[in-house]
C-alpha cells in the first residue's frame, strides 16, 4: 500500500472515532452552541429593537439580518472550543501514546480531528442558521454562487480556527487548560463587527475591531447573503484564513511531533 493510500485510510479512521465520540458525548457540542443560540435570542428579543435603530434600521427584522452573519461566525469559534479540548484530553489520557506504537500513519490522528471538527462547525452552522430563519432571518437577494462562496468562506474559516485550535490542545497540560486557551475563539467574535457596526465604535478600540481576523469574514459573509458592500473584506477574509490555516498547521505538526508527554 502506497504512503498516500495508508494516509487516508487511517485518517478516514480517525475521523470515524472523532466522530463517534462526538455522537456518544453530545453534551460538549450542545453546550457550545448553547452560546451563540442564547447571544442571537439576547440580543434579538431583548436588545433588538434598540440596536436596530442604532444601526439606522427600521424595526428588529433589520438587526436580525445584521446580527446572524456575526453569530455564524461565532458558532464557528464556539465549536472549535471543544476540539482544542478533545486533543488535550487525547494527549494527557494516553491515547496517542498508545496510537505512536501502532502501525498507523503519524498525521492521521491530526488530521481526523481537524475534519471532524470541521464537519462539526458546519453542522453546528447549519443548526444556528435554522435558529435563525425560524425567528425571522431572511436572505432572498443572494444568487446560488453567493451562497457557496459563503458555504466555502464558513468551511475555509472553520479549518483556520481548528487548525489554530488543535495547536492550543497540543500544548495544554489538561482539558480545562485547553478550554480556556481557547477562550479567543468565542471573545473576538464578541469585539468584532458582529453585534454593531466598527464606525460606531470608540476610536481607540476601532483598530482592535478592524484588524482581527472575525471582522473581515463577517462583513463578507454579511455581504455575500445580504448583499452589502464586501470591498476588501473578502481578500482580508481569505487571507486571514489561509494565514491561520499555515501557521495552525506548522505549528500542530511541530508540537504533535515532539515526545509525549
Keep these: 500500500m502506497s504512503s498516500l493510500s495508508l494516509a487516508v485510510r487511517d485518517s478516514n479512521t480517525m475521523l470515524r472515532r472523532n466522530l463517534l465520540h462526538a455522537r456518544r458525548y453530545p453534551s460538549l457540542t450542545l453546550n457550545l452552541l448553547l452560546t451563540p443560540v442564547m447571544l442571537l435570542l439576547l440580543f434579538v428579543y431583548i436588545f433588538g ?23 455564524l461566525l461565532l458558532t464557528v469559534g464556539s465549536t472549535v472550543v ?40 458546519v453542522l453546528s452552522v447549519v443548526l444556528v442558521g435554522a435558529v435563525a430563519v425560524a425567528i425571522g432571518f431572511r436572505s432572498t437577494d443572494a444568487t446560488l454562487v453567493e451562497w457557496l462562496a459563503a458555504f466555502g468562506l464558513l ?3 472553520s479549518a483556520a480556527l481548528t487548525w489554530v485550535a488543535v495547536g492550543m490542545g497540543l ?5 480545562e487548560a485547553a478550554s480556556n486557551n481557547a477562550l479567543p475563539m468565542v471573545l473576538l467574535p464578541m469585539l468584532s463587527s458582529a453585534f454593531i457596526p466598527v464606525e460606531t465604535m470608540p476610536g481607540w478600540f476601532r ?5 482581527q ?19 476588501h473584506n473578502g481578500w482580508l477574509a481569505v487571507g486571514w484564513s489561509i494565514g491561520l490555516v499555515l501557521l495552525g498547521y506548522f505549528w500542530a505538526t511541530s508540537k504533535f511531533g515532539q515526545d509525549p508527554r
Design 82 to 121: 471543544g476540539t482544542a479540548v478533545s486533543v488535550s484530553t487525547d494527549m494527557t489520557e494516553g491515547v496517542i501514546a498508545r496510537f505512536r506504537t501502532m502501525a498507523i500513519h503519524r498525521g492521521s490522528v491530526i488530521i481526523g480531528h481537524v475534519v471532524g471538527s470541521v464537519l462539526q462547525s
Design 207 to 211: 483598530p482592535i475591531a478592524e484588524y
Design 49 to 71: 429593537d434598540v440596536m436596530s435603530a442604532g444601526i439606522g434600521g427600521g424595526d428588529r427584522s433589520d438587526y436580525i439580518a445584521y446580527i446572524v452573519p456575526g453569530i
Design 213 to 231: 481576523p472575525f471582522t473581515p469574514a463577517i462583513e463578507t459573509l454579511r455581504g455575500l447573503l445580504l448583499g452589502t458592500e464586501i470591498g
Design 155 to 157: 468551511v475555509l474559516f
Design 171 to 175: 500544548i495544554s497540560p489538561n482539558a
